[in-house]
């Protein structure tokens, strides 16, 4: 069964840090760009982050650049957000989501998606 | 603020057919292909429904259609049924600095 399942998520304070990840199961991993996107209490989605399939090329909204980091480890199926300098506007449930095809980068096309992880950011 | 504008709720009687728009605010649309429509029920993950436009992924009935004209991406669910209920959100790739973008999302209501 293709799967994919977060963790990592909590509450932090403002200015903190959460390292979030995301295990992938019954697909070859490596095969298939992943991102990651977030959804806000009683919010729309947003898309943060992406990877290639091989980890090379990372991509990010305006809105978390310079603060997230996306990466994969190919031989554990796992992909992985480092979110810093959190903001209280970060608070949401973060997904972990699989490309349809795209290899080199997300195309918005996501046909597996997880449950997520939430993260709260709170003084 | 989403570069993609949907209309917040959209509602219809079962066996009706509604439409939801999805227009982008520069050509962002008109010049991707890669647009598709997600369905969101309560407390669940999104669902793919439509990709690269107009295609159907496995398992989504026939019912559910997607088109393009310009600027604009609309999705259209014809014979509604009670289990159509949802929020439903239109996404593109737009390369540049935004790569994937959603839309704010339709609350779909059947009456």
């Known amino acids: 069964e293709v799967q994919l399942l977060e963790s990592g998520g909590g509450l932090v304070q403002p200015g903190g840090s959460l390292r979030l990840s995301c295990a992938a199961s019954?697909?070859?991993?490596?095969?298939?760009?992943m991102s990651w996107v977030r959804q806000a209490p009683g919010k729309g989605l947003e898309w943060v982050s992406g990877?290639?399939?091989?980890?090379?090329?990372?991509y990010y909204a305006d809105s978390v650049k310079g603060r997230f980091a996306i990466s994969r480890d190919n031989s554990k199926n796992t992909l992985y957000l480092q979110t810093n300098s959190l903001r209280v506007e970060d608070t949401a449930v973060y997904s972990c989501?699989?490309?349809?095809?795209?290899?080199?980068?997300?195309?918005?096309?996501?046909?597996?998606w997880g449950h997520g992880t939430m993260v709260i950011v709170s003084s | 603020q989403s570069a993609l504008t949907q209309p917040r709720s959209v509602s219809g009687s079962p066996g009706q057919s509604v439409t939801i728009s999805c227009t982008g605010t520069?050509?962002?649309?008109?010049?991707?292909?890669?647009v598709s429509w997600y369905q969101q029920h309560p407390g669940k993950a999104p669902k793919l429904m439509i990709y690269?436009?107009?295609k159907w992924p496995s398992g989504v009935p026939d019912r559910f259609s997607g088109s393009k004209s310009g600027n604009t991406a609309s999705l259209t669910i014809s014979g509604l049924q009670a289990e159509d209920e949802a929020d439903y959100y239109c996404?593109?790739?737009?390369?540049?600095?935004?790569?994937?973008?959603f839309g704010g999302g339709t609350k779909l209501t059947v009456l």
């Open positions: 996404c593109s790739y737009t390369g540049g600095n935004s790569f994937v973008v």
């Open positions: 690269d436009v107009s």
């Open positions: 520069n050509s962002d649309l008109s010049a991707s292909d890669y």
């Open positions: 019954g697909f070859i991993f490596s095969d298939y760009a």
């Open positions: 990877i290639s399939g091989s980890g090379v090329n990372t």
């Open positions: 989501a699989k490309d349809l095809d795209g290899i080199v980068g997300p195309t918005g096309t996501f046909d597996i």
